[in-house]
């Protein structure tokens, strides 16, 4: 089949190449010229395990090409894929401001029927809004065009999208319309060959169910977070309550850890945007408000400890920080807990040497902008986890990577002036650690 998708990002590329994968030709069309400049010079653009083999194979094979291109994008694909971002406007609201662009340059542009895609994480009613937009398109050209609009939300993951996709638990597609779902049956049919987990339904509860399945796994978290902190007021222990709970089926092990707060691109803004279509339905969420409050304040808690410890007034203290994506696996520094720890550390005078395996670069551009040219000059990038530690007070872990499972103890009591760790994943044995003599300070745990 011949395939746009439109934005080249997290899940516009990841959609792209494993839909070339399946020998579908697909074209991935972007407004940022330098991303497509990298893809086309054989480069990646986003670190995500599996993705840079899968676009240079699909490229060299002539299945996947990158453009700017919009007309020759629009040309191409009978099935059109916007995957464009979704940012939060101010009141909280999805922004549909890309969307809405990428509709009306396919409206301006087609010249044959289009099966368009939203793909992208979209209000309730988003669907009617780009069958609108492509439609006044239409007229003002004078034509009439025959057209279809589905829904497709994406449900990949952060650091296993091509696993995600290659193997999903579930396709939810929207339609209204027999064209539209035959194709897109035919489209993923290569991707649930084992077990049909295509879910076909209308067009408002696809779009709905997204919000829903990031709002549920969001609750989890903030749930979880904030017994952690009464698990410490009552001296229980949140790990152990976490696998007692976990046990029953009706809850589950999964999505269940306490942590220093979730961020990323989605979480955060689908919260915010699932509370603001309540409000705007007349129906404000109360769940939604908390679940944000709960994690803004939970972004904190590593820094409330460190404050516990040593006081508001932290100049002439050096924090070694470990992990700075939102997650592992990704060098996605959108609304990670990374940024609000370093600034309220810098902010109390501290400096900060800090590692990521892979996000260091990002980082450092986010953070420029957080914390501007004077402030940033306290934060040093580290080539190594071991390298961040030398000259360090104590460590700070916020992004739990596999690298930091198993540290060697020793080296981290021997380096460390204060022989202190505060870990925001409960990465470790609280007994192990101390065992080495190093004071450790997790989450909800004695
Ligand atoms: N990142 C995730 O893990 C994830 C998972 C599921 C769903 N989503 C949703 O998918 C959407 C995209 O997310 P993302 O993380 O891939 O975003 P992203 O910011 O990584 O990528 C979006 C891309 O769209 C491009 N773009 C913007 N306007 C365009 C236009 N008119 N034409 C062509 N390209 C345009 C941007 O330049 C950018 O490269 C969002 O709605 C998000 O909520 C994201």
């Known amino acids: 089949m011949k395939v746009t998708v439109i934005g080249t990002g997290y899940v516009g590329l990841v959609t792209g190449a494993c839909l070339s994968e399946m020998g579908n030709h697909v074209v991935c069309l972007d407004v940022d010229a330098r991303k497509i400049e990298i893809l086309n010079t054989g480069g990646i653009p986003i670190h995500e395990p599996g993705l840079q083999e899968l676009v240079q194979r699909n490229a060299s094979a002539g299945r996947l090409e990158f453009t700017t291109d919009i007309a020759r994008a629009v040309a191409h694909g009978t099935?059109?894929?916007?995957?464009?971002?979704?940012?939060?406007?101010?009141?909280?609201?999805?922004?549909?401001?890309?969307?809405?662009?990428?509709?009306?340059?396919?409206?301006?542009?087609?010249?044959?029927?289009?099966?368009?895609?939203?793909?992208?994480?979209?209000?309730?009613?988003?669907?009617?809004?780009?069958?609108?937009?492509?439609?006044?398109?239409?007229?003002?050209?004078?034509?009439?065009?025959?057209f279809s609009v589905a829904s497709n939300p994406e449900f990949l993951k952060e650091g296993a999208a091509v696993e995600d996709f290659l193997k999903p638990d579930r396709i939810i597609i929207g339609t209204e319309d027999e064209r539209a779902t035959l194709l897109l049956r035919a489209l993923y049919s290569p991707f649930v060959r084992n077990h049909d987990r295509l879910l076909v339904m209308d067009i408002r509860s696809a779009e709905f169910s997204k919000y829903a399945a990031n709002a549920m796994l969001a609750t989890r978290i903030s749930f979880m977070n904030e017994l952690s902190r009464l698990a410490e007021a009552v001296g229980a222990d949140i790990e152990q309550v976490r696998v007692g709970i976990g046990s029953d089926p009706r809850i589950g092990t999964h999505f269940l850890y306490?942590?220093?707060?979730?961020?990323?691109?989605?979480?955060?803004?689908?919260?915010?945007?699932?509370?603001?279509?309540?409000?705007?339905?007349?129906?404000?969420?109360?769940?939604?408000?908390?679940?944000?409050?709960?994690?803004?304040?939970?972004?904190?808690?590593?820094?409330?400890?460190?404050?516990?410890q040593y006081g508001e007034d932290l100049h002439g203290k050096t924090f070694a920080v470990w992990g700075l994506a939102f997650k592992p696996n990704t060098d996605d520094m959108r609304e990670a807990p990374s940024r609000v720890v370093i600034a309220e550390l810098v902010r109390r005078g501290a400096r900060v040497q800090a590692y990521d395996p892979v996000a260091a670069a990002e980082a450092k551009r986010v953070l420029a902008l957080d914390l501007g040219p004077d402030a940033l000059s306290a934060v040093h990038f580290a080539p190594s986890a071991p390298a961040a530690l030398a000259g360090a007070d104590a460590l700070v872990i916020v992004t739990e990577w596999k690298?930091?499972?198993?540290?060697?103890?020793?080296?981290?009591?021997?380096t460390l002036a204060d022989k202190r760790v505060f870990d925001g994943r409960n990465l470790y044995d609280p007994a192990l650690v101390r065992g080495f003599g190093l004071a450790y300070h997790s989450i909800g745990r004695r």
């Open 403 to 414: 690298e930091f499972r198993t540290p060697d103890f020793d080296v981290l009591a021997a």
């Open 79 to 146: 099935l059109q894929f916007i995957a464009v971002g979704t940012p939060p406007d101010e009141d909280g609201s999805a922004d549909l401001q890309y969307v809405t662009a990428a509709a009306r340059n396919i409206g301006r542009l087609m010249t044959d029927h289009k099966v368009i895609v939203d793909k992208s994480t979209v209000p309730v009613g988003t669907a009617d809004r780009v069958r609108a937009a492509v439609a006044e398109e239409l007229a003002k050209r004078g034509v009439e065009l025959a």
């Open 258 to 308: 306490p942590g220093a707060g979730y961020g990323g691109s989605c979480f955060p803004k689908d919260v915010k945007a699932l509370a603001r279509s309540s409000a705007e339905a007349g129906l404000p969420s109360k769940m939604m408000a908390a679940v944000e409050a709960v994690n803004e304040e939970q972004k904190l808690v590593l820094v409330k400890k460190i404050v516990a």
